[in-house]
């Protein structure tokens, strides 16, 4: 079999890599005229990967990119760390840097990355700095950084990805993050958030970085645009995709990127062999997706409490009065107030969407009409996707 089309779990960039042709260009130009940018939308939209791929045109332009993700940062030392290890090692202004970082009384080693680049070390062991000791040093480094910058005279840019990461790692760190940028006059600063409440905290009336980014939604790739361009990449890659398979499979793979492209290789993957594949042949994909899971679904179902399974039932089956007293009593949910509190628990976990209307993720949505309704018959013969009649 040649290798798939379309690549998912990870961060995507050039051919795979579709559209998103707007939101490219702003985050390319805020990384190239020491923007202030932030990124908001849902997790396995995208935001990564316009990040990686903006970061390539900015770097093709001479730009110097800073690139951390804090999403499995534990504490403020960790995001010193990353920092200092995303210094590009062949950066002319490196050796620069370092010695002023060395100024600060760090200590730096070198190490070898994944691929046996060379990178910068924090020797310090881990907990050495302190909270506050991290609190003064992450001021300084970017200060310093800053510093380099301005002599540089080309564009250097720092991107922190799940940057909200911060404020929950350390109450206090997102008014730092505001210092930092505020007496910064030549870094660019682009981040992108996905925890979409407290980013919204954050950069609120009231949040501490109020007004300090210039916001940039990311939301669903356009639906044609994805739809041709996923029957394209089938029909170049050995698989007679007929006319309306895109489109079907970004019905059924539902608003998030992320779980799009995962169909459409599941598609594509049927579709080795084969004579033609088409729209007809996306319902099965989607079952073979669900069976694939299965297992992680099931455990998450036992953990949960009856009134968030009846909810999850409730919506799967396409309910969208959830308080009403005939849907409490046919998917026999509490009451109306626990009802709104148990949606709001869902929707923190991340199982809803951002709005609470919606299960986040279309092939559980399947699995539960599948396998988890009261009666464990199968609701899914005839479906249509959700959102649809
Ligand atoms: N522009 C795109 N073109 C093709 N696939 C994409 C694109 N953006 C996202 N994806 C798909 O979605 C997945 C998640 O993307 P990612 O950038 O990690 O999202 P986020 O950072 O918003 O969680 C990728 O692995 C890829 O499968
Ligand atoms: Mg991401």
């Given at each position: 079999?040649?290798?798939?089309?379309?690549?998912?779990?990870?961060?995507?960039s050039?051919?795979?890599f579709?559209?998103?042709a707007?939101?490219?260009?702003?985050?390319?130009?805020?990384?190239?005229?020491?923007?202030?940018?932030?990124?908001?939308?849902?997790?396995?939209?995208?935001?990564?990967?316009?990040l990686?791929?903006?970061?390539?045109?900015?770097?093709?332009?001479?730009?110097?990119?800073?690139?951390?993700?804090?999403?499995?940062?534990?504490?403020?030392?960790?995001?010193?760390?990353?920092?200092?290890?995303a210094?590009?090692?062949?950066?002319?202004?490196?050796?620069?840097?370092?010695?002023?970082?060395?100024?600060?009384?760090?200590?730096?080693g070198?190490?070898?990355?994944a691929?046996?680049?060379?990178?910068?070390?924090?020797?310090?062991?881990?907990?050495?700095?302190?909270?506050?000791g991290?609190?003064?040093?992450?001021?300084?480094?970017?200060?310093?950084?800053?510093?380099?910058?301005?002599?540089a005279?080309?564009?250097?840019?720092?991107?922190?990805?799940?940057?909200?990461r911060?404020?929950?790692?350390?109450?206090?760190a997102?008014?730092?993050?505001?210092?930092?940028?505020?007496?910064?006059?030549?870094?660019?600063?682009?981040?992108?958030?996905?925890?979409?409440?407290?980013?919204?905290?954050?950069?609120?009336?009231?949040?501490?970085?109020?007004?300090i980014f210039?916001?940039?939604?990311?939301?669903?790739?356009?639906?044609?645009?994805?739809?041709?361009?996923?029957?394209?990449?089938?029909?170049?890659?050995?698989?007679?995709?007929?006319?309306?398979?895109?489109?079907?499979?970004?019905?059924?793979?539902?608003?998030?990127?992320?779980?799009?492209?995962?169909?459409?290789?599941?598609?594509?993957e049927?579709?080795v062999?084969?004579?033609?594949t088409?729209?007809?042949?996306?319902?099965?994909?989607?079952?073979?997706?669900?069976?694939?899971?299965?297992?992680?679904?099931?455990?998450?179902w036992?953990?949960?409490?009856?009134?968030?399974?009846?909810?999850?039932?409730?919506?799967?089956s396409?309910?969208?009065q959830?308080?009403?007293?005939?849907?409490?009593?046919?998917?026999?949910?509490?009451?109306?107030?626990?009802?709104v509190?148990?949606?709001?628990?869902?929707?923190?976990?991340g199982?809803?969407?951002?709005?609470?209307?919606?299960?986040?993720?279309?092939?559980?949505?399947?699995?539960?009409?599948?396998?988890?309704?009261?009666?464990?018959?199968?609701?899914?013969?005839?479906?249509?996707?959700?959102?649809?009649?």
């Amino acid at each position: 079999m040649s290798s798939s089309p379309f690549r998912t779990g990870e961060i995507v960039s050039d051919e795979h890599f579709t559209d998103r042709a707007d939101e490219v260009a702003t985050v390319r130009r805020a990384m190239l005229s020491s923007g202030r940018l932030l990124l908001v939308g849902e997790r396995r939209q995208g935001k990564s990967s316009i990040l990686r791929q903006a970061g390539l045109h900015a770097r093709a332009r001479d730009a110097t990119l800073v690139s951390v993700d804090l999403w499995t940062a534990t504490r403020l030392e960790e995001v010193l760390r990353r920092i200092i290890a995303a210094v590009p090692w062949g950066w002319s202004w490196r050796e620069r840097l370092q010695g002023l970082w060395l100024g600060l009384g760090l200590r730096l080693g070198i190490q070898s990355d994944a691929r046996g680049q060379p990178t910068l070390r924090l020797e310090a062991s881990p907990g050495e700095l302190g909270s506050e000791g991290a609190r003064e040093v992450f001021l300084q480094l970017l200060a310093r950084l800053d510093a380099v910058a301005g002599e540089a005279e080309t564009p250097v840019a720092v991107v922190l990805d799940e940057f909200q990461r911060l404020e929950e790692m350390e109450e206090g760190a997102a008014a730092l993050l505001r210092s930092v940028i505020q007496e910064s006059h030549h870094l660019a600063f682009v981040c992108a958030g996905s925890t979409v409440s407290l980013v919204d905290e954050l950069t609120g009336p009231r949040g501490p970085l109020h007004g300090i980014f210039q916001e940039l939604s990311v939301g669903p790739i356009d639906p044609p645009l994805l739809a041709a361009w996923i029957e394209d990449r089938m029909k170049t890659s050995g698989v007679a995709a007929t006319e309306g398979t895109g489109a079907a499979v970004v019905r059924w793979g539902g608003p998030r990127t992320e779980d799009v492209l995962r169909l459409a290789r599941e598609v594509w993957e049927g579709g080795v062999g084969e004579e033609a594949t088409g729209p007809g042949d996306v319902p099965g994909a989607v079952r073979r997706l669900v069976m694939d899971r299965r297992a992680g679904y099931q455990r998450l179902w036992v953990e949960l409490a009856d009134s968030h399974r009846g909810v999850l039932r409730a919506m799967a089956s396409g309910e969208t009065q959830l308080t009403a007293r005939d849907t409490i009593r046919r998917f026999d949910l509490p009451t109306p107030a626990a009802v709104v509190k148990a949606v709001d628990r869902l929707r923190d976990r991340g199982l809803l969407d951002a709005a609470g209307s919606a299960i986040a993720d279309p092939f559980l949505r399947q699995w539960i009409l599948l396998d988890a309704m009261p009666d464990g018959l199968d609701r899914t013969e005839g479906l249509a996707p959700d959102g649809e009649v």
